[in-house]
């Protein structure tokens, strides 16, 4: 899916321009996943676990750009990728192909800027423009301000897994699913 350029004034008066992931970004994209996931404990995967090559995550981004009802989008903050969140398909079954995955994370230091507020409202058109009717996601237990940020647009918790996510140090956190009608 393509998504034209926006720009947006900060409350820190800084500048974000929201626009498609592309291949060129790949290196960057590599970058940011290894240090997110470095800093919170609330993603998916160990810093260790970030393996993609700059092709492989090249060719990802190129087919996210290719594919009609799937998006990834980048946050940059003065010309640097602050962060990034996707659309994803369900599936393209009839009975699935209404629902959608959103993803979204952002480097420590430009949270609490508003960049996942206009990151989430920007997927929910794109979304309805491609046929959505149910954005749903996964918020990690202890992730109280992500929570509070996806309740306050709309979304409703639906379920929670317990030890959702299994830590090298053999703890465990449960994971909260959320759903938003479009």
């Known amino acids: 899916m393509i998504y034209g350029e ?6 820190n008066g800084c500048t974000l321009v929201v626009r498609n992931a592309r291949p060129e970004d790949a290196e960057q994209m590599i970058e940011y996943l290894r240090t997110t996931a470095g800093e919170t404990p609330f993603l998916l995967r160990d810093p260790d676990e970030v393996t993609f090559t700059v092709e492989y995550e090249q060719e990802f981004l190129q087919n996210r750009q290719e594919n009609a009802r799937e998006i990834m ?4 903050v003065d010309g640097k990728l602050a962060g990034n969140c996707s659309l994803l398909s369900a599936g393209s079954m009839r009975r699935v192909k209404h629902r959608c995955h ?3 994370a952002l480097y420590e230091k430009y ?4 960049i996942g507020r206009i990151l989430l409202n920007t997927l929910f058109s794109l979304a309805k423009d ?3 009717t149910q954005m ?5 237990e202890g992730n109280e301000r992500a ?3 996806y ?3 709309g979304f409703k918790e639906y379920g929670f897994l317990p030890n959702s996510l299994r830590y090298s140090d053999g703890t465990a956190r449960g994971e909260y699913f959320m759903v938003k009608e479009l």
């Open 6 to 11: 926006t720009e947006t004034k900060l409350k």
């Open 73 to 76: 989008l980048a946050a940059l």
């Open 102 to 104: 959103v993803a979204i």
């Open 111 to 114: 949270c609490n800027l508003g």
């Open 130 to 132: 491609a046929g959505y």
């Open 136 to 140: 749903e996601l996964g918020v990690i």
């Open 147 to 149: 929570k509070h940020v």
């Open 151 to 153: 309740e306050s647009l």
